[in-house]
Nanobody, 116 residues
Framework: VQVAESGGGLVQVGESLTLSCVVS????????MAWWREPPGGQRVLVAA???????RYGDFVKGRFTIFRDDSKNTLTLQMNNLRPDDTAVYYC???????????WGEGTQVTVSS
């Protein structure tokens, strides 16, 4: 099982980041794929999800700022994040939706820090 997130970093309010995740075919397959995030001291929540047919949904807090993409030819999931805010600070993970709960199906995540 491979789940590898990348692209996080430290940015200023209003800036953008693009997160990427490479996932094993066994996970990517026919699953709806999603980005999740865990803020400091908080719980892991859904950020965005995209079905194999390309239908997407977003957490209410996204409000048109983020876009999720999937490339099934490369088993890659991307999250374009614009107009970042301090409350977007979190570790971002990719997994299926609903997620596989086995810890082996969660990568190390990628840290996003938005500074004001």
């Amino acid at each position: 099982v491979q789940v590898a997130e990348s692209g996080g970093g430290l940015v200023q309010v209003g800036e953008s980041l693009t997160l990427s995740c490479v996932v094993s075919e066994s996970i990517f397959g026919t699953n709806t794929m999603a980005w999740w995030r865990e803020p400091p001291g908080g719980q892991r929540v859904l950020v965005a999800a995209v079905t194999k047919s390309g239908t997407s949904r977003y957490g209410d807090f996204v409000k048109g700022r983020f876009t999720i993409f999937r490339d099934d030819s490369k088993n890659t999931l991307t999250l374009q994040m614009n107009n970042l805010r301090p409350d977007d600070t979190a570790v971002y993970y990719c997994n299926a939706d609903p997620p596989y709960l086995n810890p082996d199906y969660w990568g190390e995540g990628t840290q996003v820090t938005v500074s004001s």
